[in-house]
């Protein structure tokens, strides 16, 4: 498929367990977004790659939630010691360059019980 | 912070009737505005966007409209259709330059009827 590609879909977890979700983009997109949407709500930006470094983090709720992309291409978004709160959708995103259109992905549906 | 308001938070038309989603924003430099579709289960799409050099942009059924002096901007679909039933997104860029970055509004659930 030539789309944005997350896995899991779905990840049920326990509080205080550690968390990784991972984000294919589109081959040859640069750009690279995360997202959260809680149910009812509009996403809400996490942080941006360009390349392999995290351009702007300041979506980060906290030290909790870290992502990497090593190669400047598939992304890692973790989350330890998780929390009841942090249930919800995390999306991803990429573009071509950083003022292309977005493509996302479908998400991956995160349950902390 | 910087945030976007969007009204109303659920649509009910009749096929064949048109239908708007009105938002607001409060960053002043903000210079980019999309609009995403999405189904349940899906992420959203990008319908149509608009950046802040033009008033007015149209693609078929859909046109969106921008007034930056008022800082608001409106979707408009003519003609609906019920395959048109999802939630409905506007959004806007964090600043200027990059378009990835992007405050949303909360959403809006349209239902066509046929």
């Known amino acids: 498929g030539a789309g944005v590609s997350q896995t899991p879909s779905n990840k049920v977890t326990e509080k205080g367990k550690y968390v990784e979700l991972r984000c294919d983009p589109i081959s040859g997109h640069t750009a690279l977004y995360w997202y959260r949407q809680s149910l009812g709500q509009g996403p809400e930006f996490l942080i941006y790659?360009?390349?392999?470094?995290?351009?702007?983090d300041s979506g980060l709720p906290n030290d909790r939630f870290f992502a990497v992309r090593p190669e400047g291409s598939v992304s890692t978004l973790k989350i330890q010691r998780t929390e009841r709160g942090d249930s919800a959708v995390y999306l991803c995103a990429s573009s071509l360059y950083e003022t292309g259109e977005l493509f996302f992905g479908e998400g991956s549906r995160l349950t902390v019980l | 912070g910087e945030n976007v308001e969007q009204h109303p938070s659920t649509l009910s038309v009749q096929e064949g009737d048109s239908a708007v989603i009105k938002c607001t924003y409060s960053?002043?430099?903000?210079?980019?505005f999309p609009w995403y579709k999405q189904e349940l289960g899906k992420g959203p799409q990008l319908i149509i966007d608009?950046?802040?050099?033009?008033g007015e942009k149209k693609d078929q059924r859909i046109a969106v409209t921008l007034n930056k002096t008022a800082k608001h901007f409106s979707l408009h679909i003519t003609e609906t259709q019920p395959e048109d039933s999802a939630v409905y997104f506007c959004a806007a860029s964090r600043g200027s330059g990059n378009t990835g970055k992007l405050i949303f509004g909360q959403g809006t659930t349209l239902q066509v009827k046929p």
């Open positions: 608009i950046r802040s050099n033009v």
């Open positions: 790659f360009q390349g392999t470094g995290a351009a702007d």
């Open positions: 960053d002043s430099a903000s210079n980019y």
